[in-house]
């Protein structure tokens, strides 16, 4: 007896290659040596962030992301995990766009970045959003002198060339909780200021960094408000602040304003650089 042929319809004969098809991408995806993109993802985070950035092993990441195990910024061990979510409308105005996050040692970072495909990372655009996260954990980002310490909540937005912070445009909302600020003024008989809750409304134009609004609270608060011209040495970013703050009874004889009354602040102004402070009382 011979064989039957079987006669496959034409819709059931394309569900055969759209099934093969999907089964060969989904290979493809989990398969793909990913490791062979950190380069790419490497240097577009470095030039948004202006510092060294290095991603762990990198593989797929349901659904349709990537995943790298761990981001060090300057050998730093930042986060534990990143997520990449690829956007697709982007592309089809020849720029890269994705979505990030990262779960930190301690809270975690989501965001957003994007950069011409011609020229990787310059210029760029960053979105980010902090939720809970310990500032001890960027503490090594910065001198032994100047780490602030607390839990930060806030949002940030950023756009320019890469490498050159003073061309950069860009506005910052924080909100910072149980804490403590390095002082580092010489002459200044205080090392730092311990406080409960700090917000923070900033903008930058161009490298000029206008503080909106700084409240401080806690055993000492107090306002901050001025600009800051931001360089990219950071240390020699000019300072132009004023502000006031209302202490205990003994700081404040401490500070030579004994005179001032138990209610009345401290006005005081800030010139000079970031690594060179000059403090000044204005109603001494």
Known sequence: ???????????????????????????????????????????????????????????????????????????????????????????????????????????????????????????????????????????????????????????????GPSGSIEKAHGAVSLQVRDGTIPLNIPNLPLDMISFKALDVDARMDKGMLTIEKAELNGDISGTLQGAVRVRDRLGMSRLNLTGELIVPDAMRNMLGAGNLGASSGIKFSLRGTADKPLFRMLNR
């Not at 992301?65 to 986060?79: E, V, Y």
């Not at 697709?88 to 990262?102: F, N």
Request: aromatic share 12%; proline share 4%; glycine share 10%.
């Open 1 to 159: 007896m011979g064989r039957v042929k079987t006669d496959y319809s034409f819709r059931t004969k394309a569900g055969f290659i759209v099934y093969a098809l999907f089964c060969l991408i989904i290979f493809v995806y989990f398969r793909f040596p990913y490791d062979l993109l950190k380069d790419r993802f490497e240097h577009l985070l470095s030039a948004a962030l202006g510092s060294e950035v290095t991603l762990g092993h990198m593989h797929a990441h349901l659904p349709l992301a990537l995943a790298a195990d761990g981001l060090k910024i300057n050998t730093f061990l930042l986060a534990k995990r990143i997520v990449f979510h690829p956007r697709i409308v982007p592309l089809l105005a020849g720029e890269l766009g994705v979505d990030i996050s990262a779960g930190l040692v301690s809270g975690g970072i989501e965001g957003f970045i994007k950069t011409p495909l011609k020229s990787m990372g310059d210029p760029f655009e960053l979105v980010l959003d902090v939720e809970s996260a310990d500032a001890a954990i960027f503490s090594q980002l910065f001198p032994a002198n100047a780490r602030s310490t607390g839990i930060i909540t806030g949002h940030g937005e950023f756009q």
